[in-house]
C-alpha cells in the first residue's frame, strides 16, 4: 500500500506478507520532503525487491501520476488506483479496523506507528454520513494508517491478476542518479522483526 504526500506529509509504503490469512509487517517505508522521481524510485525499488500480488495505491490529487505509471509497468490488475472519497475511506478502515480486532495483521511495537494508527477517529458529519479525521501529529497526517490500510485493502481485492499487460522494461518508474547505478534515499526503513 502507497500513501502520497510531498510537504506538509509523509509518503509511506508499506508491505504485508499474507501467512495463513495473517498479515505480516515485513517493510514500512517513510518518505518526507522527497521528489516525486525518488518516491518513484522507492516504488520500483519494492516491486523488484517483493513479489508484489497487488498493491493499493493513493491516486487522489498528486496520485494521479504515479498509479498511472505503475499501471503500466505492472500492470493494472496489480495495481489498484483508490480515490480518497468519503465512502472509499470506510472501505479502506473497516476492514483494516476489523484485521486487528480478529488478530489477522502483525506490526512491530513502533510508537509512531501505533500513534498513527490511533490518530485516526470516526465522527458524524452534519448530515449524519459517517467522517474519518486525524490531526497531524509529528508531521503525520495519518499517513501510516491510510499506507497501511491500503495494503490491507490490496489484500482483499480479488480481481484476477493479467500477465500479459505487465511490461517488461525494468526502468520505467527509475531515473539514473548520474553516476550509472540507482539512487533511492529514504528517511526510515523497517525490516523484519
Known sequence: GMDFGRRKNLTTIFVFEDVDGVLWLREMVELEMMPFSEQLLELARIFKTYRVVRAAMDQTGMGEMPVE????AYGKSRVHGVLFTGPAKMG???????RFEDRRIKIPPLQRLRDDLHSVTKRIGPT???ILSAPTINGSHAD??????????AAIVEEPIDLSSIQ???NLLALPNGQGGWSIPRKDKYHGY
Not at 505509471?69 to 503500466?72: E, G, K, P, S, Y
Not at 479502506?92 to 476489523?98: E, H, N
Request: glycine content about 14%; overall charge positive.
Open 69 to 72: 505509471l505503475a499501471q503500466q
Open 92 to 98: 479502506i478502515a473497516g476492514p483494516f479496523k476489523q
Open 128 to 130: 449524519g454520513i459517517p
Open 144 to 153: 501510516r494508517f491510510w499506507g497501511a490500510g491500503l495494503a490491507c485493502l
Open 168 to 170: 517488461t522494461t525494468s
